[in-house]
């Protein structure tokens, strides 16, 4: 089954502590990216990646890194975590596309962090 | 940049009820226009899309047509069930050749009443 996998679903942590939240997806998809949900702002862009060792930020990437070592797998990590960090995060892959940028992307089922 | 606007939720409706949520967007050259459906629990899933003027998407008895006149994407559906009852997110994806990114809009919350 074509899936992107999330974990963990849900992690409560404290200010300052390290953490990794890892993304897989099995569909061979080249693109890859991280979002976060908030009430009222919808799903912002984190970081992505368009292939394996390429990164950017997104919208919203201050406090976050990436590494993309491996196709399939697309860690988040939150080096020290601030409670403005709580959030719902969502991993997303999509195919390559030339052209017109109508690629539907594929979502993982969130991870719902809290930050005390 | 881009931008996306929906209509503030939540939206409560009676089943068999029509429903439509009002999307309107904002982007340079001729974006691709998505809805995404979020389930209680769940990520989110396409739920239809149009890719060019004067398409419409249609998917579980929902409808969207991409107006570029007055740059809406409205998501319709005629006749709603309980188990309608998410949260809907407009998306577009602009001709952006970098980031491939999709805009989301803030979502609006559908509550259908048996």
């Known amino acids: 089954e074509a899936q992107v996998t999330q974990n963990p679903r849900y992690l409560i942590t404290v200010t300052g502590k390290k953490l990794t939240v890892t993304c897989s997806q099995n569909m061979n998809h080249e693109y890859m990216s991280w979002y976060r949900q908030d009430p009222g702002l919808g799903l912002r862009q984190i970081y992505y990646s368009m292939n394996v060792e390429v990164t950017d930020k997104g919208d919203v990437p201050e406090g976050y890194k990436v590494s993309r070592k491996e196709k399939r797998n697309f860690p988040l990590i939150l080096e020290s975590p601030s409670p403005n960090q709580t959030s719902l995060y969502f991993c997303?892959?999509?195919?390559?596309?030339?052209?017109?940028?109508?690629?539907?992307?594929?979502f993982g089922q969130g991870t719902r962090l809290t930050v005390v | 940049g881009n931008s996306v606007t929906q209509m503030e939720g939540p939206v409560t409706l009676s089943e068999e009820a029509f429903l439509t949520i009002n999307c309107t967007y904002t982007a340079t050259g001729y974006p691709s226009l998505f809805w995404y459906v979020q389930y209680p629990g769940e990520g989110l899933q396409l739920l239809l899309k149009a890719t060019k003027a004067d398409d419409k998407g249609s998917n579980k008895g929902f409808e969207a047509t991409y107006r570029k006149e007055t740059t809406s994407f409205h998501l319709e559906k005629g006749s709603v069930q309980v188990s309608d009852s998410a949260v809907y997110f407009c998306?577009?994806?602009?001709?952006?050749?970098?980031?491939?990114?999709?805009?989301f809009g803030s979502g609006t919350r559908l509550q259908v009443q048996p």
């Open positions: 997303a892959s999509s195919p390559k596309r030339t052209g017109i940028a109508n690629t539907e992307a594929f």
């Open positions: 998306a577009l994806s602009g001709v952006d050749t970098g980031r491939r990114a999709l805009t």
